[in-house]
């Protein structure tokens, strides 16, 4: 067995949970069945706003940037009994 697996193991996980930090939950998934195509893409790409790695990482710039790539949806208002 070759001496790389074990990084090369580390590097592709390390990937999963920079995508899963992201706020990308459903591509962080789907990089369990194919990580090699799945993660190292969306690794690199624009996290959305409200993640834990935008929080972490982002300055006002990119916060704005990343509002703007990933605009919120619109949330339902709660129903009331006064109908």
Same mark, same amino acid.
């Given at each position: ?6 990084? @090369? ?14 706020? !990308?939950?459903?591509? %962080? $998934? *789907? ?14 790409? @624009? ?14 710039? !990119?916060?704005?940037? %990343? $509002? *703007? ?13 006064d109908a």
């Amino acid at each position: 067995m070759s001496a790389y697996w074990i990084p @090369l193991s580390l590097f592709i996980i390390a990937l999963g949970i920079t995508t899963a930090l992201k706020g !990308k939950y459903v591509l %962080a $998934a *789907a990089g369990i069945v194919l990580p090699i195509w799945i993660w190292p893409v969306t690794a690199v790409r @624009l996290a959305k706003p409200r993640s834990l790695w935008a929080r972490w990482f982002y300055d006002e710039t !990119k916060l704005r940037r %990343a $509002a *703007a790539r990933f605009p919120q949806e619109e949330r339902a208002e709660p129903m009331s009994d006064d109908a």
